[in-house]
């Protein structure tokens, strides 16, 4: 028989934790650059991790992630449409 309190898995708030970021940033890393985070499952709407693959990932040689800086999740904001030139036209 298997021991469910032994099993255990990582949700989006655990790795959110483990990277320090925002729950939202953790979603749009996945959405954008998913080889950024450890692989996840996906079940439902829902992700989930496997703690031992995750310590692993961040152990491994193509892991650059062990340093969870700033310039690593750089958000990038993109020119919104409309912008002051369209004002100017109306005017």
């Not at 790795?15 to 650059?33: D, G, H, M, P, T």
Request: net charge positive; proline share 7%; glycine share 6%.
């Amino acid at each position: 028989m298997i021991n469910m309190q032994a099993i255990t898995i990582l949700d989006i708030d655990d790795i959110a934790r483990l990277f320090q970021k925002n729950r939202s940033i953790v979603y749009k890393i996945l959405r954008e650059n998913p080889q950024e985070l450890p692989p996840a499952r996906r079940v439902g709407r829902f992700y989930f991790w496997h703690p031992e693959l995750v310590s692993e990932w961040l152990k491994g040689p193509n892991s650059s992630n062990s340093s969870t800086g700033q310039e690593q999740f750089a958000i990038v904001r993109k020119r919104r449409k409309g912008g002051p030139r369209s004002r100017i036209q109306g005017a």
